[in-house]
């Protein structure tokens, strides 16, 4: 017995009504077939990605930057993109890979900052807790071949503490003075870790800040895939700052002694 | 009570022969049982007060509160059983986050009263469930502006400049009525309201309460947040001078 009176008299499927001459209502059982119901296809790559992130642990806290572009594979389609987000009071985001996935995870973060302020229970996320968080989510999803394309840097300062740590697509987690995703683990990483490591209690903010515009100036002449237009974040005991877009100075007198490609014959 | 003994009160699926539904009128008497609770909407915000019954002096300050937080900027009082209470705030946040999921903007504080009246409601139809007993206020300042509404235990659901619910209602409404809210500040509103929760709350009968208090505002930057402790300190300290003045 069909239950729903909205499909009495009418055809069961569309294979008896082929040009749709009764509207039919969607219903349990009359609806179409999933086309995809026997083999599902889950995210196989990135789509429109963001470039590396890079973060360093400073005298006073934490400082990020990444530049403000999400590229459509090869083409620079987006050049107002931020990609490091302030989570509550004392966290940052910084986000590579797929721009869609930072921006459902950025969905997720919002709706536990929900919930954690209904709560009324005097306690708040910090980066650690949002770092865990972010673990969990990004290793469950791998673990159902449906990853989250993203690799996270999760800045912060709370209770005194500085905290820097990094998530990936796989579920992978670590901490360190230094980070970098994307093409700035292999470019930008020896820099910071050179400049960095041994002195995260000497460095100043000034210097924190010119260390990261000179890696994002090598990355940008490096990396096919920057931009010139960067958002710097510090997260200090004061709280969460992050910058307006930033312009990288660069000289490309250089290129006229490059031999070898390009136009030039000798 | 001459609805019992007639069999019409037994279940919120009949109607007595004069058209009344008596298990929705035995939640409201649940309402009227529990201590006062007022929502002030004015010229820019919104503020919630409760006079909540402190039943035992074994219970930690501040415990079994009866002003929630349903969204960022939706804060909500209720007057009458608390578990019913908390029960309605996670419909409320389930509300909440489902405007927000499916549309990124913050529900409005109507549409969230809305969808609350319709689940109050559906209480009313069946005689499987009782009806809430509680009536709720909800307030906020969403991009219409400050909003106050109360749903009660029949589904109903009111905007208000001004709202009362539980045992004083009665004298709180007429306070209420004397103030100009569309004219008052916050600030302001959180001052009256403290006094209209100390003047409605009778000493003969419940000894010992809480003032709990709450609001949005600009000074809060729209989110529904306690009113700060020295404010509600002052507020108190005025409160009881103007009831000793009044008295």
């Known amino acids: ?266 | 009570m001459t609805s019992i003994g007639t069999g019409y009160d037994l279940s919120a699926s009949t109607y007595s022969p004069d058209g009344r539904i008596f298990q929705v009128e035995y939640a409201n008497k649940a309402v009227e049982n529990s201590g006062t609770a007022i929502g002030l909407r004015v010229k820019d915000g919104v503020v919630l007060a409760v006079e909540k019954f402190v039943h035992s002096k074994l219970l930690v300050p501040g415990a079994n509160r009866r002003v929630q937080t349903v969204d960022r900027h939706i804060g909500m009082a209720t007057a009458g059983l608390l578990a019913d209470g908390r029960s309605v705030s996670n419909r409320a946040r389930d509300e909440c986050a489902n405007i927000r999921n499916s549309f990124r903007e913050q529900p409005t504080v109507k549409y969230i009263s809305d969808r609350l009246a319709l689940y109050a409601q559906m209480y009313t139809l069946y005689s499987s469930v009782r009806p809430f007993g509680i009536s709720t206020i909800l307030a906020g300042v969403d991009k219409t502006g400050p909003s106050l509404y109360v749903v009660e235990p029949s589904g109903v659901c009111l905007g208000y400049h001004g709202a009362a619910i539980g045992k004083g209602r009665q004298l709180a409404k007429t306070e209420l009525e004397k103030l100009k809210l569309s004219e008052l500040t916050t600030r302001e509103a959180a001052m009256e309201a403290a006094r209209i929760i100390y003047l409605v709350h009778d000493d003969n009968k419940e000894k010992e309460f809480e003032l709990e208090m709450s609001w949005v505002c600009s000074e809060t930057n729209g989110l529904h947040v306690p009113v700060p402790a020295d404010l509600l300190a002052e507020a108190e300290r005025k409160a009881k001078e103007a009831l000793e003045n009044f008295e």
Request: charged fraction near 20%; proline fraction near 3%; aromatic fraction near 10%.
């Open chain 1, 1 to 266: 017995m069909d239950h729903f009176p909205a499909n009495w008299g009418r055809p069961r499927n569309d294979a008896i009504d082929l040009y749709a001459t009764h509207l039919l209502h969607p219903r349990p059982n009359n609806r179409a077939k999933d086309a995809f119901a026997d083999s599902v296809q889950r995210t196989q790559q990135p789509i429109v990605t963001g470039t590396s992130v890079l973060a360093i642990k400073f005298k006073d806290g934490i400082m990020m930057a990444a530049d403000n572009l999400a590229s459509y594979g090869s083409l620079a389609r987006f050049k107002d993109v931020q990609r490091l987000q302030a989570f509550g009071d004392y966290t940052v985001i910084g986000a590579s890979g797929d721009m869609s996935d930072f921006q459902f995870i950025q969905r997720l973060l919002d709706d536990i900052a929900v919930a954690e302020i209904a709560a009324q229970d005097g306690h708040d996320l910090g980066p650690v807790e949002i770092h865990e968080y972010m673990s969990q989510v990004m290793y469950g999803r791998r673990s159902k071949l449906d990853p989250l394309w993203n690799s996270l840097i999760i800045g912060g300062f709370k209770d005194g503490k500085r905290f820097l740590s990094y998530v990936d697509l796989l579920g992978t987690t670590y901490t360190a003075s230094t980070i970098a995703t994307g093409y700035g683990g292999y470019i930008a990483q020896p820099l910071l870790r050179k400049a960095v490591e041994g002195y995260e209690d000497v460095l100043t903010a000034e210097q924190a800040r010119k260390i990261l515009e000179d890696s994002m100036r090598v990355l940008f002449y490096r990396d096919a895939r920057s931009l010139n237009k960067y958002q710097l974040a510090t997260i200090t005991a004061a709280g969460v700052q992050i910058s307006d877009s930033l312009h990288l100075e660069t000289s490309w007198d250089f290129a006229e002694g490059i031999r070898g490609y390009g136009a030039q014959t000798q």
